[in-house]
Antibody
Framework: EVYLVESGGGWVQPGGSLRLSCAAS????????MSWVRQAPGKGLEWAAN????????QYVDSVKGRFTISRDNAKNSLYLQMNSLRAEDTAVYYC????????WGQGTLVTVSS | DVVMTQSPLSLPVTLGQPASISCRSS???????????LHWLHQRPGQSPRRLIY???NRDSGVPDRFSGGGSGTDFTLRISRVEAEDVGVYYC?????????FGQGTKVEIK
């Protein structure tokens, strides 16, 4: 069974930083596009960022561009999201997901931005 | 950005009866490679989303055949032939063709 396990969420004040991690197992991580998708409490899904299998191409939704950085370490089967200058509207459950012939999601990690 | 509009947003259904969800995109979803990356996902209460259908009509592994997808152009449909109790939750369409990838608002399916 494929596993994607996120960690690193928590409470942070506005303007603060957090780094999310996603550990992958039981699939060919290095061949998969990976993404971070977020869901604000009681709301729908929003795609935040994307990264190509070799890490050479990254995409960000406008609302996080310049503040968030997606990265990956294929040797460690891990995906990351560095989040800086956090705002209240970034409060959400953050899911990592793999995309390709098969699609897998982690259980999500909650980020709360509040004073 | 491509806007994905789902209807209805709430769908009360009777067990064993069919159900249908519509999704309309604000522009063509034909990718430069010729594929249409329109997917359907299901999120049960308290769980992570799960993709059910990819590229309009292809069922993901393990998805029951009571689920089917169709459509073309800018109009797409998810159908459940006979609703079962485990089908409750929110269904999202997703366009994976243009960046940023965008989801529909979600359709909440509940049992009458």
């Amino acid at each position: 069974e494929v596993y994607l396990v996120e960690s690193g969420g928590g409470w942070v004040q506005p303007g603060g930083s957090l780094r999310l991690s996603c550990a992958a197992s039981q699939f060919t991580f290095s061949n998969s596009w990976m993404s971070w998708v977020r869901q604000a409490p009681g709301k729908g899904l929003e795609w935040a960022a994307n990264i190509k299998p070799d890490g050479s191409e990254k995409q960000y939704v406008d609302s996080v561009k310049g503040r968030f950085t997606i990265s990956r370490d294929n040797a460690k089967n891990s995906l990351y999201l560095q989040m800086n200058s956090l705002r209240a509207e970034d409060t959400a459950v953050y899911y990592c997901a793999s995309w390709g012939a098969s699609n897998h999601w982690g259980q999500g990690t909650l980020v709360t931005v509040s004073s | 950005d491509v806007v994905m509009t789902q209807s209805p947003l709430s769908l009360p259904v009777t067990l064993g009866q069919p159900a249908s969800i519509s999704c309309r995109s604000s522009q063509s979803l034909v990718h430069s490679d010729g594929n249409i990356y329109l997917h359907w996902l299901h999120q049960r209460p308290g769980q992570s989303p799960r993709r059910l259908i990819y590229k309009i009509s292809n069922r993901d592994s393990g998805v029951p055949d009571r689920f089917s997808g169709g459509g073309s152009g800018t109009d797409f449909t998810l159908r459940i032939s006979r609703v079962e109790a485990e089908d409750v939750g929110v269904y999202y369409c997703l366009q994976h063709t243009h960046w940023p990838h965008t989801f529909g608002q979600g359709t909440k399916v509940e049992i009458k």
